[in-house]
C-alpha cells in the first residue's frame, strides 16, 4: 500500500473519468488518497468524495490565493465542514506571493484564522507555501509556540506540501514538529537541486503526494497527473535515497497514516 497525501480529485480536469482514475490508482496500490480543498465549495466536494469512497479522506480549507473575502462567516462554516466525518486536516492553507492575486496581510489573516481552527479542532495542517518562506515560518512559529503549550498538541503538527526549501528550510521545519511532502519534481532530470537535497532529508519526516492533477512526473510530464503515478514519485526517491522503494513507500505511508490518524477516522 502506498499513501497519496495530496491529490485534487474534486478539480474539473477529473470530471470525465473520475471513477476510472480512482480505480487505476488502486490497481497502483494507492489504497489511500487525501483530497484537500482550496476553498470552501471544493472543501465540500472533497467531503462527498470522501463520503462515495472509502478510501478517500477530506481537508478542508481555504488557498491562500482563493481566500479573498475570507471572513468570520466562512470561518464558521469551514469548522462546521471540519467537524465531518473523514477530515483528517485543515488545508490547503499558508502564503503564496508569487501570483500576486491577495493582498499578503489578507493571506496571514487567513492563515492565522485557520491555524487557530485547527488548533481547536486538534487537526493537523496541509500547508502551501510559495516564494512566502520566511513569512510562513514566522507565522508557524507563533502558532506552533501555543499549540505546543496545549494539551492536544502532538510532534507532528502539519506538512509543507510539495516541499520546495533547502536544507536550512527543512529543519527548521523538523523543529517545528512538521513533515514534508514530496511530489512530481523528484522526477524531472533537471530537478539538480531537489535530487541532492532528497537524500539529506529525514525519511521518518516524510511523506509522498501527487499533487494531481498538477506537477505530473516523468515520463507523462505535460499531460493531466493522477493518483495512480504515485508509485513513479516514490521509485524516484528511492533511488536518490539508495533505499528500495518498498522499504520507501512502507515508511512514507506509515507515516501519513500516523500523521493524518487515518485509523481513527476510519473507526468514526
Given amino acids: 500500500m502506498i499513501v497519496d497525501t ?14 476510472a482514475v480512482i480505480e487505476r490508482a488502486q490497481a497502483a496500490g494507492v489504497e489511500i488518497i487525501v483530497n484537500p480543498g482550496i476553498d470552501l465549495e471544493s472543501s ?55 501570483w500576486k492575486v491577495v493582498p499578503h496581510d ?31 515560518m514566522w ?39 512538521f513533515l514534508l511532502s514530496l511530489g512530481g519534481p ?7 537541486r531537489l535530487h541532492a537535497l532528497a537524500p539529506q532529508l529525514r525519511r521518518d519526516r516524510l511523506i509522498l503526494e501527487t499533487d494531481a492533477p498538477y506537477l505530473t512526473p516523468h515520463p507523462h510530464r505535460g499531460k493531466r497527473n493522477e493518483p495512480g503515478y504515485l508509485p513513479l514519485i516514490a521509485q524516484s526517491l528511492a533511488k536518490l535515497m539508495d533505499t528500495d522503494v518498498e522499504t520507501l513507500a512502507a515508511q512514507t505511508s506509515e507515516t501519513a497514516l500516523r500523521f493524518f490518524r487515518i485509523t481513527q477516522q476510519r473507526d468514526r
Fill in 139 to 177: 507565522e508557524l512559529e507563533q502558532w506552533v509556540s501555543v499549540v505546543r503549550t496545549s494539551p492536544a498538541g502532538n510532534d507532528m503538527l502539519g506538512v509543507l506540501h510539495a516541499f520546495s526549501g533547502d536544507l536550512a528550510d527543512a529543519e527548521k521545519a523538523y523543529s517545528l514538529g
Fill in 44 to 98: 465540500r466536494q472533497a467531503l462527498a468524495l470522501a463520503a462515495q469512497y472509502p478510501g478517500i479522506y477530506a481537508a478542508v480549507g481555504v488557498h491562500p490565493n482563493d481566500c479573498a473575502g475570507f471572513d468570520a462567516a466562512g470561518l464558521g462554516v469551514l469548522r462546521e465542514l471540519a467537524r465531518q466525518p473523514k477530515v483528517v486536516a485543515i488545508g490547503e492553507i499558508g502564503l503564496d506571493y508569487h
Fill in 186 to 192: 523528484v522526477t524531472f532530470e533537471n530537478a539538480r
Fill in 6 to 19: 495530496h491529490c485534487h480529485l474534486d478539480q474539473a480536469q477529473f470530471d470525465g473519468d473520475r471513477h
Fill in 106 to 136: 489578507q493571506q496571514r489573516a487567513a492563515l492565522r484564522a485557520q491555524l487557530a481552527l485547527a488548533a481547536e479542532l486538534d487537526l493537523p495542517i496541509i500547508l502551501h507555501s510559495r516564494e512566502s518562506n520566511a513569512d510562513l
